[in-house]
C-alpha cells in the first residue's frame, strides 16, 4: 500500500493493554465519529496485543478470544467500516507476542490471509519473542510480501524499538511506519526523550514510510496501562502534541476517546497542528538550536509544501 502520509488513529495500548473487548472497540469507533477525531483525520481502530487465545486451533489459525470478542473479528470489522473508519490489529515476528500469545514466527502467510478475511487494514507487528541472533529486517520482509499477497491492502506497522537501524531498511522491506524507540510512559520525559532521540533519524521520513515515535499519551493524565504518577498538565501535553507534529510522526491517540476532557480534545484536533503533520511533503526537521549548554532549549525548524515553513521553539 501507498501511505502518503503519516497514519493517524487509536490503539488500545497504552490505557487498556489486555482489558479490552468487542464492546470497547465499538464504543471507541462510535466515539472518534461523536466527538469530531474521525473529521479531524484519524482514521484507524488499531487492537493491540492480548486479543487471541494462547493457543492457535488444529489448523495452526489465530482464534480471537471468544469472551472479549463473541461475535469474533469480522464483525468487529464491519461495525468499525461501518463508521467509515479502518480497522488493525496485532501481531509479533517472534514464536509469541509481548503479552505471550501465539505470534506469526513462521506463520506469516497463513495469518496474512487470516486478516485480510476479516477485514484487517493495518497490521502492528512486534519484535518479541525473536532470537537476538535472528534476521528481524528478513522476518519483516516475510510479513510485508504476505500482507502484499493478502489481497488486501493492508498498513504495515513495523515495531522493533529502533533496532538494527529500522529506519536505514524499513521502506525497502515494505514498512509503511516503523516505531524507532521503546514505548512511552505518560510523563514528560519520556515523551520528551523518544523526540529528541530522532532528530537526527527524520532525514529517513518521506512519504510511504514514517518514523513512529509511538502512541500518544496526550490525555491520560496518569490513568491506565503506561499512566503513571508522574501525570501531566494540559501544557506539557501540548508540548507532547506539538512535537509529535512538528516531527511528522504518525498520530496514534492513546487515551480513552470516550471519556475525554475538553483540553485534550482541543490538543487533539487542532487543525493547525495537524496539518502540519500531515503536509504533503513530509519533510524531516531540522535542529537550529543555537543555545550553546541548555538542553531545554530548543529550535527546530521545518520546510512545508508551497515554501512555508514551520518553526518550533521548545522550553523543556
Ligand atoms: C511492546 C510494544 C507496545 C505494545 C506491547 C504489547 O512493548 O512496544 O507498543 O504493543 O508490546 O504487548
Redesign the pocket.
Known amino acids: 500500500m501507498t501511505v502518503k502520509k503519516p497514519p493517524m488513529g487509536w490503539n488500545t495500548?497504552n490505557t487498556f493493554?489486555s482489558n479490552i473487548n468487542e464492546q470497547l472497540i465499538m464504543e471507541s469507533a462510535d466515539a472518534m465519529v461523536k466527538n469530531g477525531y474521525k473529521d479531524a483525520g484519524y482514521e484507524y481502530i488499531v487492537i493491540?496485543?492480548?486479543w487471541s487465545l494462547k493457543q492457535r486451533d488444529e489448523e495452526g489459525r489465530l482464534v480471537a478470544d471468544p469472551e472479549k470478542f463473541p461475535h469474533g473479528m469480522k464483525y468487529v470489522a464491519d461495525y468499525v467500516h461501518s463508521k467509515g473508519l479502518k480497522f488493525g490489529m496485532?501481531s509479533c515476528v517472534g514464536t509469541n507476542?509481548?503479552?505471550g500469545y501465539p505470534g506469526s514466527f513462521e506463520h506469516e502467510w497463513q495469518d496474512a490471509k487470516q486478516l485480510a478475511e476479516w477485514g484487517v487494514d493495518f497490521l502492528?507487528y512486534?519484535?518479541?519473542y525473536f532470537p537476538s541472533n535472528g534476521d528481524g529486517k528478513q522476518r519483516y520482509l516475510v510479513m510485508a510480501q504476505a500482507l502484499r499477497a493478502s489481497g488486501r491492502d493492508i498498513l504495515f506497522s513495523a515495531?522493533n524499538?529502533g533496532n538494527a537501524k529500522v529506519e536505514t531498511w524499513a521502506r525497502a522491506c515494505g514498512v509503511d511506519m516503523y516505531?524507532s524507540t521503546?514505548?512511552i510512559f505518560d510523563n514528560f520525559n519520556s515523551a520528551k526523550d523518544i523526540a529528541m532521540s530522532q532528530v537526527q533519524n527524520y532525514c529517513y521520513s518521506a512519504p510511504g514510510c514514517f518514523n513512529d515515535m509511538?502512541?500518544l499519551t496526550v490525555g491520560m493524565y496518569g490513568k491506565g496501562n503506561v499512566g503513571n504518577e508522574n501525570a501531566q498538565s494540559d501544557v506539557e501535553y501540548q508540548t507532547q502534541f506539538a512535537l509529535w507534529c512538528l516531527f511528522g510522526s504518525p498520530l496514534m491517540i492513546g487515551c480513552d476517546v470516550r471519556n475525554m476532557t475538553p483540553a485534550t480534545k482541543e490538543i487533539l484536533t487542532n487543525k493547525e497542528m495537524i496539518a502540519l503533520n500531515q503536509d504533503p511533503e513530509c519533510r524531516g526537521v531540522i535542529n537550529v538550536t543555537t543555545h550553546p549548554w541548555d538542553q531545554n532549549l530548543k529550535v527546530f525548524f521545518r520546510h512545508l509544501s508551497d515554501g512555508e515553513y514551520a518553526i518550533g521553539f521548545f522550553n523543556f
Open positions: 495500548w493493554a493491540d496485543d492480548c496485532y507476542t509481548c503479552a502492528k512486534d519484535y518479541c515495531c524499538w516505531r521503546g514505548d509511538d502512541m
